[in-house]
Antibody, heavy 119, light 106 residues
């Protein structure tokens, strides 16, 4: 059974770069799209973007220009970088697997990692 | 940008049928998915491809999608179904979530 685990610094400073890792275990990262999603306290889900194991990416228009994703298939990990963070980027960040059919749901989610951006 | 609208809250009595709607322009032309999120937990996919249930999701959960509206139906609602529910669809190559609906089982 595929499991996802997010990791990264829980605290960051405004204007700096946020870097998170999602480790995929119990299955291969290959031939899937993988997404990052975040949720601010008491708010709804916000999709950040996705990356295919081949390296192809799609990003949310609202974050495009500040976000970059990468993948390491040899280590079964993918990554999120968010530059020039502000307090508005404080949230729980989730990684998730996209269903293989495409343009469908996200079937496996990590437990989430909390990121707080301080000024 | 594409928007999905959900009612902020829905209430249902135990054992009754709960229906949560999700509206978007020509949503019926896309796949609609639904997630359940309980406090402090990660979202769980309960419906994908409009009306398919992942393994382990009870049969009382069902979905439909036509025209501009997708609907999540929970029959025989239980106290354990109390949660936030989010619909999701794609706009081109980007994911869009609805704002979420809090289901109260009273």
């Amino acid at each position: 059974q595929v499991r996802l685990q997010e990791s990264g610094p829980g605290l960051g400073k405004a204007s700096e770069t946020l870097s998170l890792t999602c480790n995929v275990s119990g299955g291969s990262i290959r031939n899937y799209y993988w997404s990052w999603i975040r949720q601010s306290a008491g708010k709804g889900l916000e999709w950040i973007g996705r990356i295919h194991s081949s390296g192809s990416t799609d990003y949310s228009p609202s974050l495009k220009g500040r976000v970059a994703m990468s993948v390491d298939t040899s280590n079964n990990q993918f990554y999120l970088r968010l530059i020039s963070v502000t307090a508005a980027d404080t949230a729980v960040y989730y990684c998730a697997r996209n269903l293989p059919r495409g343009h469908d749901g996200l079937d496996v989610w990590g437990q989430g990692t909390t990121v707080t951006v301080s000024s | 940008s594409y928007n999905l609208s959900q009612p902020p809250s829905v209430s249902v009595s135990p054992g009754q049928t709960a229906r949560i709607s999700c509206s978007g322009n020509k949503l019926g032309d896309k796949y609609a998915c639904w997630y359940q999120q309980k406090p402090g937990q990660s979202p769980v996919l309960v419906i994908y491809g409009d009306n398919k249930r992942p393994s382990g999701i009870p049969e009382r959960f069902s979905g439909s999608n036509s025209g501009n509206t997708a609907t999540l139906t929970i029959r025989g609602t239980q106290a354990t179904d109390e949660a936030d529910y989010y619909c999701q669809a794609w706009d081109g190559n980007t994911v869009v979530f609805g704002g979420g609906t809090n289901l109260a089982v009273l």
